[in-house]
């Protein structure tokens, strides 16, 4: 019985990384193919660029407070306060920039991206974009999955450096760090491979992100409701992504 | 004898359930071909199998003479051009207003300029009624009539030579539907296109049909002029057109 039930969940599990996995190919070959679509291609930057700034800044800035408080709760008793900017500065750089980025951005434009596609599916939207000679791949997927992947990075970095501020406010304002040694702290334990390794990081669950909230809303089935259940599944599946894919990064990078 | 579209033995089916079990269907240049049936009888899945928006499991498909199945990717985006399609609740595209709703086709499929593409698209607005003033409109501010107008003005904006009208007067008052079967009337008639179109609606079925046909249980069960439509004692049909709780349809 149990052997069953996790046999047909596995085979199901595999089908869908199946059907992903030509969904990905049939808008990446599309999408590469002239003419290209520019306009929407700047559309989508603009919306995952320019409007995840505040959410992803935010969220950054009170986990990089967070996390520096919580560090000195522990580090204090071994008086090794000093260590605090540099454990900020590779947590924020490696992980939390990365994942926390993403999963805003999941939760955010995710989301909508599978609620907008979703509801153009159910209004056969997607139908007319067809038979109006438009390959809906191309217009609709290719553009927020290649800006997805282009600019998650770049939220990524602008959270690893509001992440790395809000420490510094809460480790030189709060816990009267002497300021320039903080800064020097923090600076020294700078690598670059940190950094660039949470910037690919950002790409690849950019890409997913994207991905899984095209092919979500494509799968929409049945009115409003069923936009409804897909918004949920695709986020669901891509935070679960993230996390899955930051294990398995992490293991492969470092 | 010329026809625009040919059907022949089409199948389809969803998982376990039959949608159509072999249909057959022959439209000629300029006529007017009305499908009728009981709602989920698959009316809508025949017009998207033609189309190639659903792809058939089994069957024929010709347009203009060609195979389908046997067009190329590109062949088949040029022979859609060709088509308009009124989609059931219009379909028009929410992020775009109305103009760059009509000119849509115009721009991503003729590749006209934009200034082109919009004089023409103001030209298909006024066929239908409306004026440059609904241009800057979006979709979501129109009322029922005038979003299934603009989306009529968006089908014939390509000049297609075929026509379909998935239930274009569902959902809309009586004198709403009368000016929309008129409409059709112009664009199929005056333009000389012809139309597959779906209805429930028996007055809208009078006004525009050449010939119409009965789909029920997968398959035509009747077909026939206008004329015949009227006069038959075929009980689908009498049980259909006058609207009866009982008769054959709703037998088991
Ligand atoms: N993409 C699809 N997947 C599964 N079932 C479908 C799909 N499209 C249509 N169907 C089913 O096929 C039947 C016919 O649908 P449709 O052609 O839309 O009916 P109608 O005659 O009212 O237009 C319905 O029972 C519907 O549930
Ligand atoms: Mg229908």
Redesign the interface.
Not at chain 1, 127 to 135: C, G, I, K, M, Q
């Given at each position: 019985m149990i052997l069953d039930r996790i046999g047909r969940l596995f085979i199901s599990f595999l089908a869908s990384i199946g059907n992903l996995t030509l969904f990905s190919i049939k808008s990446l070959a599309a999408g590469f193919m002239p003419p290209y679509y520019w306009k929407q291609i700047l559309g989508q930057a603009v919306q995952i660029g320019y409007f995840s700034l505040p959410v992803v800044g935010m969220t950054a800035l009170f986990t990089g407070m967070a996390m520096t408080l919580q560090c000195y709760a522990g580090f204090s008793e071994f008086t090794a306060e000093n260590a605090i900017p540099s454990v900020v500065m590779i947590a924020m750089t490696r992980e939390l920039g990365p994942v926390l980025a993403a999963l805003m951005v999941a939760g955010r434009l995710g989301a909508s991206m599978t609620a907008e596609i979703g509801?153009?599916k159910v209004?056969?939207?997607i139908?007319?974009?067809?038979?109006?000679?438009?390959?809906s791949y191309k217009y609709l997927v290719f553009p927020r999955i290649l800006t997805g992947t282009l600019l998650l990075p770049f939220l990524v970095f602008i959270d690893d450096v509001i992440g790395i501020l809000g420490g510094y406010l809460v480790g030189v304002y709060y816990l009267n760090f002497n300021a320039a040694n903080y800064i020097r702290n923090t600076f020294e334990s700078m690598a670059t491979w940190d950094i660039v390794s949470g910037l690919i990081k950002g790409a690849v669950f950019g890409f997913v992100i994207c991905l899984m909230g095209c092919y979500q809303g494509y799968s929409s089935k049945g009115g409003a409701e069923g936009v409804g259940r897909a918004t949920t599944n695709s986020v669901v599946a891509s935070s679960i992504m993230i996390l899955l894919l930051d294990g398995i990064l992490t293991f492969v990078l470092f | 004898m010329e026809y625009v579209i040919e059907v022949e033995n089409l199948k389809k089916s969803f998982g376990n359930k039959e949608v159509l079990r072999g249909i057959s269907l022959k439209i000629k240049a300029g006529e007017s071909y009305v499908v009728i049936g009981g709602s989920g009888s698959g009316k809508s899945v025949l017009i998207k199998c033609i189309l190639g928006l659903i792809e058939p499991d089994g069957g024929i498909i010709k347009i203009n003479g060609k195979d389908t199945s046997k067009m190329s990717q590109k062949e088949l985006f040029k022979a859609r051009l060709k088509c308009g399609v009124l989609y059931q609740g219009g379909a028009l595209f929410d992020s775009l207003n109305v103009i760059d709703n009509v000119s849509f086709g115009l721009i991503y499929g003729y590749g006209m300029s934009q200034k082109e593409a919009y004089k023409i698209a103001i030209e298909k607005l006024e066929s239908v009624d409306l004026d440059e003033s609904v241009a800057k409109i979006y979709p979501a501010e129109l009322s029922g009539g005038m979003s299934k107008r603009v989306a009529l003005a968006r089908a014939i904006a390509t000049d297609p030579s075929i026509i379909f009208f998935d239930e274009p007067t569902t959902g809309l008052d009586p004198i709403t539907s009368g000016t929309i079967n008129d409409l059709i009337v112009r664009c199929t008639k005056e333009m000389g296109i012809s139309a597959v179109s779906i209805t429930h609606d028996i007055n809208s079925l009078k006004h525009i049909s050449d010939r119409v046909g009965l789909l029920f249980n997968g398959s035509f069960i009747w077909e026939g002029t206008n004329k015949e439509l009227m006069s038959t004692d075929n009980p689908y049909v009498v049980q259909f057109i006058n609207g009866n709780a009982k008769g054959p349809f709703t037998e088991k």
């Open positions: 509801t153009m209004t056969e939207q139908d007319a974009l067809t038979t109006l000679s438009v390959n | -």
